[in-house]
């Protein structure tokens, strides 16, 4: 801590005149109003890797391919194959000789992100208007055109985030840089 | 520069800092410069300007009154850039600033740069909330009016999405400008609350060590931040260069990461989980990460790197044999402050010192110029700045040996700027 007795030595050190502008660090007011997590089951959508924060429910692929054909398939095709190279959700492989294509199956290195995303941003034009239990539908569908889970393999909070990403490896945490 | 050329500047007397017409500095300092057109007065040569000087018309007649909410002249034609619209993307996308026609080191908040992920929010103040929960030893939710109450803090920052200047890691885009190629940093007085205040409020439990910020627009965007980044310096920002965020930046209330990659500072910011470990959303897996030519990709690749970019004379733009200009830019660095700015018109064979125009602070936009005389022959503009922390610039070439092709994210490198015998500017590789 800089201290006033520092502050004073460090004038006098450089023949400054004292004039100190006093700027001690005020009470912040408290005015957050006290909730419990309860009160934020429909306000927090965060589903982690973990699972922990998962909702209820649960879906396969079979149920998927319906939901994903009306919601989905104008930007993703019926079989995720996109209408571009941001809207591909299958193939590429990170080992290609040219800049690789990077999709669900070949970059994402969670499951959960799958889920997660789909509840909170998609579809792109009515997002959070599927229910937990199509969330669960689509996310299956999307894992299975990527030959990670099989067509009726259910989903739901224990199993979803458990489904292991073939680029689970592929990245190096830079977060200690800051 | 040629024989001939290093002549006429002898004879002109004119004090060289670096090959191929850049002079020293003193001539910037002495100069009376004409607003803030490109080429320096002629004064300097000591001729008679010729100009005709008489009373304009307008300072005859009275002009329109006050106005409510001031705009801009008509004369300067500022806007942003943005791409097209993608039908596929409602209201996503980006638009740029427009730097070559900015002076100074402040951004007009109508001219900040923007990236949505799902369009702009249309946020009553009144409606929105701030909720804090997670690892904490009380969950708070706080509304707008009471947070104007706190303390607040005011920091001059740049803000850059990390994809800024991507494109020149692929090459190509010759007629890029200084505003399609690196309008994606803006800089600003953000005014708010540290972040720390409020996470301090809730009490942050021992086993945190993440916070997750999620914003109230349609794609809910969030970002794992880490909890000594959010107690350190994090603001929550509720005005922009005085006035309240424009919603385009998060009205009512962003976070601000100094220094950071611009997309960790969620816009809108409504839900703030204390957490162990990392959410691992969207934006901070499958976008905003760096593979590497190994195909490894680096994740959480957060402080923004030391940069410059001229912005004047750049891409599109031309200059006139003999005349003098002022080439001018501007530095900033995520590590500290830009502690020198050098400029090469010799596409970095020689390089003379700018002169830094603006204060050096920390983490902010610094305007820096040197006057050139341009001989007539082909040149090639660069800056090159240091930060505080020791940090150069790198060139192109260092960028992809190190990093690749593939990324697209955090390229600081060095701008060359072609000028050919026309005097045409234009994007080059060298």
Same mark, same amino acid.
Do not use: Q
């Given at each position: 801590m800089f201290t006033f007795r520092r502050l004073l030595k460090t004038c006098a050190l450089f023949g400054c005149s004292v004039t100190v502008l006093v700027s001690t660090a005020q009470e912040q007011v408290k005015l957050g109003q006290a909730i419990t997590e309860a009160s934020l089951a429909e306000f927090d959508l965060i589903a982690e890797p973990s699972g922990i924060s998962f909702p209820a429910g649960s879906g396969t692929a079979r149920q998927g391919k319906i939901i994903f054909e009306n919601?989905?398939?104008?930007?993703? =095709?019926?079989?995720?194959? =996109?209408?571009?190279a941001a809207t591909v959700l299958v193939g590429g492989d990170m080992k290609s000789l040219d800049s690789p294509l990077r999709t669900v199956g070949s970059y994402w290195p969670y499951s959960s992100t799958v889920f997660d995303f789909i509840r909170r941003?998609? %579809?792109?034009?009515? %997002?959070?208007?599927?229910t937990d239990e199509e969330t669960y539908q689509v996310a299956a569908y999307v894992l299975y055109l990527n030959g990670l889970v099989a067509e009726d393999e259910i989903m739901d909070a224990k199993t979803l985030p458990q489904v292991r990403m073939p680029n689970a490896e592929g990245f190096i945490d830079q977060s200690h840089i800051q | 520069m040629t024989k001939s050329s290093k002549d006429q500047n002898k004879r002109l007397n004119l004090d060289m800092a670096a090959a191929n017409g850049l002079l020293s500095r003193r001539h910037l300092l002495n100069a009376a410069l004409g607003g803030a057109g490109l080429a320096m007065s002629q004064s300097l040569l000591g001729q008679e300007a010729g100009v005709k000087l008489e009373i304009p018309a307008w300072s005859k007649t009275p002009g329109p009154g006050t106005s409510p909410y001031g705009k801009t002249s008509a004369h300067a034609k500022l806007e942003r850039q943005s791409g097209f619209d993608n039908p596929f993307y409602p209201g996503g996308g980006a638009s740029r600033s427009p730097l070559q026609h900015l002076q100074g080191t402040i951004t007009p908040n109508s001219l900040h740069f923007e990236r949505h992920h799902a369009g702009v929010p249309a946020i009553d103040p009144d409606g929105h909330k701030l909720v804090i929960h997670g690892l904490v030893r009380q969950p708070l939710v706080f509304n707008y009016e009471d947070l104007l109450k706190y303390q607040m803090v005011s920091k001059i920052h740049f803000l850059e999405c990390s994809g800024n200047s991507g494109a020149l890691l692929y090459g =190509?885009? %010759?007629? =890029?400008?200084a505003q399609s190629l690196h309008g994606l940093v803006s800089c600003a007085e953000w005014t708010g609350i540290p972040l720390s205040a409020l996470l301090g409020e809730a009490g942050v439990l021992p086993e945190a060590r993440w916070i997750a910020a999620v914003g109230a627009d349609a794609a809910s965007m969030g970002r794992s931040i880490p909890l000594d980044k959010a107690m350190d310096d994090s603001l929550l920002a509720l005005f922009q260069n005085g006035e309240p965020v424009r919603p385009e930046q998060g009205y009512p209330m962003r976070l601000f990461n100094p220094g950071w990659e611009g997309n960790t500072s969620v816009k809108w910011l409504t839900q703030i989980k204390v957490t162990r470990n990392p959410l691992q959303f969207r934006d901070e897996t499958s976008k905003y990460t760096d593979t590497m030519p190994d195909r490894k990709s680096l994740q959480f690749t957060f402080p923004m790197e030391v940069k410059s970019v001229i912005t004047s004379p750049s891409g599109q733009m031309s200059v006139t044999q003999g005349s003098i200009y002022r080439v001018t830019g501007i530095a900033w660095s995520g590590a500290g402050s830009i502690r020198r700015v050098e400029v090469s018109a010799d596409g970095g064979q020689t390089w003379g010192d700018a002169l830094v125009e603006s204060q050096q602070l920390d983490r902010a936009l610094v305007r820096f110029s040197i006057p050139w005389r341009w001989d007539g022959s082909p040149a090639v503009l660069q800056s090159r700045a240091t930060d505080s922390a020791g940090n150069v610039q790198p060139t192109r070439n260092s960028v992809i040996a190190a990093k690749g092709t593939i990324n697209r994210y955090h390229n600081p490198c060095i701008q060359s700027w072609g000028v050919n015998t026309a005097g045409e500017v234009t994007n080059v590789y060298v």
């Open positions: 919601r989905c398939s104008v930007c993703h =095709g019926s079989n995720g194959e =996109g209408n571009s941003a998609m %579809p792109a034009n009515a %997002p959070k208007s599927l | =190509g885009n %010759p007629d =890029g400008t």
